[in-house]
């Protein structure tokens, strides 16, 4: 079947616009979870759904950056008034345990001018 | 919460040799260590990962070794090829389940 699904792959943007990016994560896949990724650094934890436990939002950066998970499925990465240092590219991944293999997107790479 | 630290943070190898990446992790309850490469311009892919329940684990030409008592683990790869050139990431899980990557090692082999 399909794996993780990411949208925009490319998104160019002015500083204090604000940017929606979109995760299909796998079919019956209950966890999701979104890192960030700085131009040849490491994967930065932002946010992690379970279920329909309530999210670890531990990782998010400031109250610009929000995300949502509808239907236990689709999730939504939403960042306000973009600043150059989010420039990044935004992996989302799912998995179908608690604990075991995450299958990543390929990314949103996020270019704030 | 949990921290994992990696080193060497670069690595580069002639093509036939092995190459070892190390990781500690400071959470006593983590219990599962996997390791993921990633290629340029794609997401990471897990390629091996052992449960605390283990020692050592093999798949062809790549193994990993933990160690609980010590709070690290290995990635060690034989027979370096050039296809192996990638950033390797190991990871550990916290208490809340969720999955932490080390800072990564960016892996050259020369052919």
């Known amino acids: 079947g399909a794996g993780v699904s990411q949208s925009p792959s490319n998104k160019v943007t002015e500083k204090g616009k604000d940017v929606e990016l979109r995760c299909d994560p796998i079919s019956g896949h209950t966890a999701l979870y979104w890192y960030r990724q700085s131009l040849g650094q490491g994967l930065e934890f932002l946010i992690y759904f379970q279920g329909n436990s309530a999210p670890d939002k531990s990782g998010l950066p400031s109250d610009r950056f929000s995300a949502e998970r509808t239907g236990g499925s689709v999730s939504t990465l939403t960042i306000q008034r973009t600043q150059q240092e989010d420039s990044a590219v935004y992996l989302c991944?799912?998995?179908?345990?608690?604990?075991?293999?995450?299958?990543f997107g390929e990314g949103s790479r996020l270019t704030v001018l | 919460g949990e921290n994992v630290e990696q080193h060497p943070s670069t690595l580069s190898v002639q093509e036939g040799d092995s190459a070892v990446i190390k990781c500690t992790y400071s959470d006593s309850a983590s219990n599962y260590f996997p390791w993921y490469k990633q290629e340029l311009g794609k997401g990471p892919q897990l390629i091996i990962d052992i449960r605390s329940n283990v020692g050592e684990k093999k798949d062809q030409r790549i193994a990993v070794t933990l160690n609980k008592t010590a709070k690290h683990f290995s990635l060690h790869i034989t027979e370096t090829q050039p296809e192996d050139s990638a950033v390797y990431f190991c990871a550990g899980y916290n208490q809340g389940g969720k999955l932490i990557f080390g800072q990564g090692t960016e892996l050259s082999v020369k052919p």
């Open positions: 991944a799912s998995s179908s345990q608690g604990v075991g293999e995450l299958f």
